[in-house]
């Protein structure tokens, strides 16, 4: 191109393109970081809603507010459907990490503990509650630290 003018027109339009994308990125990635702060801030309130329904002759609405926090903040977080998060799932979901492999486990045990006691007849001690809740509390804080792989290998599950 001999004119400066002409080499300008020419690649404007791709610089243009080339910082638009770099904003769209950037709003994106914010956007994401406001999602999971909300999903953060709700699992929290649904675990203190949990304690407030700490009764072991009704443990039912204890454990359902319990699975609920705990398998919407993973849905939230690593963007798969909550109705896919199952104890046999989560550990593909969370990833491989050492940490991703402590969280899944708990979480994990968690989801089939608030199974067995929502669908149960059964009657839950006020110590099996407490310990549920520390290892959901500890499953929650750790999955709060993991970056969601990037990869989509998760959601074909």
């Not at 950037?26 to 949990?50: I, Y």
């Not at 509390?137 to 959601?155: C, F, G, V, Y």
């Amino acid at each position: 191109y001999r004119r400066t003018s002409t080499l300008l027109i020419v690649l404007l339009p791709a610089v243009l393109l080339l910082v638009l994308s770099a904003k769209n990125l950037v709003v994106a990635k914010v956007l994401g970081d406001t999602k999971v702060r909300g999903a953060w801030k709700k699992a929290v309130r649904g675990v203190a809603k949990a304690k407030s329904h700490m009764n072991p002759d009704a443990p039912q609405e204890f454990y359902s507010q319990l699975a609920k926090s705990l398998i919407d903040y993973i849905a939230k977080k690593f963007e798969v459907p909550a109705p896919g998060i199952s104890a046999m799932t989560v550990g593909s979901i969370i990833g491989d990490s050492d940490a991703g492999k402590r969280a899944a486990k708990l979480a994990s045990e968690c989801m089939e503990t608030c199974d067995f006691y929502r669908f149960s007849a059964q009657k839950s001690s006020v110590q099996e509650m407490k310990d549920v809740l520390s290892k959901v509390d500890e499953a929650l804080s750790i999955i709060h630290r993991i970056t969601p792989r990037k990869t989509t290998e998760h959601h074909s599950q």
